[in-house]
């Protein structure tokens, strides 16, 4: 089977693309068992880190908390690959309560070891724990009033050997084909990380709430954080009194643009008239509607949400109920204005 693919870039000559013999089945195509391998390698791999979660494990938890309880924080730094998992993981730490930052090895040695405070906590991240710029680096850290620690592919590395607490992510082999290339090594230290992070998260009692003030411009944040209350406007607080005419009700359904109107009394909400409770007020005999008022045509129980309800949960309600909007009151009962469907849509909580 030969397939031919043709790229004609706008000013170039064409290029093309032939690809011969392919086989009929991709089962038996030998990029597909790499992959499948890969796969397999990392999930043994970040499999046998859980065996590895012990004493030097809760040694780590234990003093990054003492550390950055005291105004310190966690710094990470490595180089290469080891550099990309750092900075992944800080911010990891960061979205979940621990306060962490960044430090490039190489740019350490250059100026940015100013990063670095007295009783700050480092994590030094690599494969083979003796890459030249960490060694470099070592004698600094260790003149410093810190607490240095490792992530480290060989505990009796020189990095190893110089940190108080060593997290072990060692692997067998490398997903690379010529054990080159970080894969394995890589997804043990991110999956080591994210351990990391998330048992400093339990212990400091990092709530659902603390995540969603750290993310405030997220989805997440806004269906923590984002009450009914949040979505008032003015313009939605109409009301009418219950001896009020159609005409006015009318007019007051459609001045708030929610479809609906309140019927109140003094401060008390009395129902609602919504456009459909109109609609069907017109199905009566014509000759009764110059009578008809707010009170004849009302709903009155009419579903009501505080201020202080989540948004997440009024859009929840809305959507299940197939209505449109919903009327808002306060503690005491008393009338605070509609949130529409639309609103809650467009708000992004979900």
Not at 96 to 120: K, M, P, R, Y
Not at 175 to 180: I, Q, T, V, W
Request: include cysteine; glycine fraction near 8%; charged fraction near 20%.
């Amino acid at each position: 089977m030969t397939l031919d693919h043709t790229f004609h870039p706008p000013g170039r000559k064409d290029l093309s693309i032939s690809i011969t013999n392919m086989p009929s089945s991709p089962q038996y195509a030998p990029w597909l068992k790499s992959a499948q391998d890969t796969i397999r390698l990392e999930s043994e791999a970040i499999g046998a880190l859980e065996s590895r979660i012990g004493p030097e494990f809760e040694q780590a938890v234990l003093q990054i908390l003492k550390g950055t309880e005291q105004g310190g924080k966690l710094v990470f730094t490595g180089i290469g690959k080891s550099a990309d998992v750092a900075r992944k993981t800080v911010a990891t730490l960061n979205s979940t309560g621990t306060a962490a930052a960044f430090l490039h090895a190489a740019d350490a040695l250059h100026g940015d070891l100013g990063l670095v405070s007295e009783g700050d906590v480092v994590m030094a991240v690599s494969k083979s724990g003796a890459t030249a710029e960490l060694i470099a680096l070592l004698p600094m850290l260790q003149a410093r009033d810190l607490n240095l620690m490792a992530m480290v592919g060989r505990p009796d590395s020189p990095v190893g050997r110089a940190a108080s607490v060593v997290l072990d992510v060692s692997v067998d082999q490398e997903a690379c084909p010529y054990d080159l290339a970080p894969t394995t090594s890589s997804a043990a230290q991110l999956a080591m990380g994210d351990a990391l992070a998330m048992a400093l998260m339990e212990a400091r009692g990092f709530s659902s709430e603390d995540f969603a003030r750290h993310h405030p411009g997220g989805s997440l944040g806004r269906r923590l954080l984002l009450n009914v209350g949040d979505l008032l406007i003015p313009e939605h607080r109409v009301s009418v009194a219950p001896d009020a005419g159609l005409r006015e009700v009318v007019l007051a359904v459609s001045q708030g643009r929610v479809g609906a109107t309140a019927v109140v009394e003094g401060t008390t909400l009395k129902g609602i008239v919504t456009d459909g409770d109109l609609r069907r007020a017109l199905e009566r005999d014509p000759n009764s509607w110059s009578s008809l008022n707010a009170a004849d045509v009302m709903q009155v129980t009419p579903r009501c949400l505080t201020a202080n309800t989540r948004a997440i949960e009024a859009l929840d309600m809305l959507e299940s109920n197939r209505i449109s909007q919903v009327v808002v009151t306060d503690n005491a009962g008393v009338f605070s204005g509609f949130v529409h469907l639309h609103q809650l849509m467009d708000a992004g909580i979900r």
